[in-house]
């Protein structure tokens, strides 16, 4: 502030000076002296108050550090009071915080485990009601499964003893039809009595084994076409009901097999292959006249059987390599000797019951 006084005053003087230059020169040089003389009075004033200025400011701005000191330390204090209130404040709601929540986790504690004991009691009694329970189920079950497998059982059995009986009792028949087949060929010199010889025979294990309802005879498969000798009746498929027919044809080529049989007699495998091969021919074209005459589906199945009424005759058509699969695959025809026919039949038999 003195600093802004001085330049202040300096530039009046100047600005005196200047104005006294264009007057006369000795009232110029009187009038400055004057002036000069008062300016020092004046900066002799200006410096004294300067002075007293600087000790006051001194002595203020020691007051003013005196006080401020005086101010920190209370407010060092009192903040440090504040602060040792507010933590000892904190301090005890912390730890009534800490007492409720430990109250509140041991409460929880109490009722989780009142309510696992309760869920554990009651699981327990579920599971031995469910046990009970599983155990009067488990006998009951036990006790109509017993009484029921030993019925069927019991019926399965019997049946099956009746079957193997009957089986039993045509194989010997089978076998003394068969053993007397080198009497009957002298008796049987022409085609149709053989073929009525096979028909014959294929009725009678029919008979024996299925009942009338289960199989027809003379079956039309086709309008205005030949008839297959028998034709076994099955369930159909779909839901209308009715039945579909599964073709049987007795052939008896009797000639080709005994030509054969001479030939094994021989020993010549020059004629044994030739008439082998002439008996292969022979059943492939039985084969195929039975798939064109007697299978029509959806009124018949889609294979038939062709009944060999010898078993030899039957064996060489499995010795053969593949005229079994061929007829099958080919033709659609099973073949079957009287052997495999009952137990195709029987087989059936059980199916329908």
Do not use: C
């Not at 004033?45 to 300067?50: A, E, G, I, R, Y």
């Not at 294990?205 to 003379?218: A, C, D, G, R």
């Not at 309008?223 to 209308?240: M, Q, T």
């Not at 039985?286 to 030899?312: C, H, Q, W």
């Amino acid at each position: 502030m003195i600093e802004i006084l001085l330049i202040i005053l300096t530039g009046l003087v100047g600005l005196l000076i200047f104005l006294n230059l264009i007057k006369n020169p000795f009232e110029l040089i009187k009038t400055n002296s004057e002036k000069l003389s008062q300016l020092e009075n004046a900066m002799l004033s200006l410096k004294t108050l300067q002075d007293r200025l600087e000790i006051q400011m001194k002595e203020e701005m020691r007051q003013n550090r005196d006080e401020m000191r005086n101010w920190s330390g209370q407010f060092r204090e009192e903040v440090s009071r504040e602060l040792r209130t507010m933590a000892e404040l904190q301090k005890g709601q912390l730890e009534l915080f800490s007492g409720q929540l430990s109250n509140l986790t041991q409460s929880n504690e109490q009722r989780l485990e009142r309510l696992r004991e309760t869920v554990e009691e009651r699981l327990r009694l579920l599971q031995e009601e469910n046990t009970r329970k599983l155990d009067q189920m488990r006998e009951l079950v036990d006790k109509e499964l017993h009484a029921t497998l030993e019925k069927r059982l019991g019926e399965s059995f019997k049946l099956v003893s009746e079957r193997l009986e009957q089986v039993h009792k045509g194989l010997g028949e089978m076998q003394a039809l068969a053993s007397s087949v080198g009497d009957l060929k002298k008796v049987l010199s022409n085609v149709k009595t053989r073929g009525i010889l096979g028909e014959i025979q294929l009725g009678a294990i029919l008979e024996q084994i299925l009942t009338p309802e289960q199989y027809v005879k003379n079956f039309a498969p086709k309008k205005n076409s030949d008839r297959v000798e028998f034709a076994i009746k099955l369930p159909a498929k779909d839901d209308r009901g009715g039945y579909v027919y599964l073709p049987i044809d007795a052939k008896f080529h009797e000639a080709d097999y005994q030509r054969l049989i001479e030939a094994y007699e021989t020993g010549d495998h020059t004629m044994i292959e030739e008439a082998a091969r002439q008996l292969e021919i022979k059943i492939k074209n039985s084969a195929r006249d039975i798939k064109d005459k007697y299978l029509n589906p959806p009124l018949t199945t889609d294979f038939a059987i062709m009944f060999l009424p010898v078993e030899g005759l039957y064996a060489e058509v499995l010795r053969r390599p593949k005229l079994f699969e061929t007829l099958q695959n080919e033709y659609r025809i099973t073949v079957t000797g009287p052997t495999t026919l009952a137990a195709f039949l029987n087989s059936l038999q059980m199916g329908f019951r």
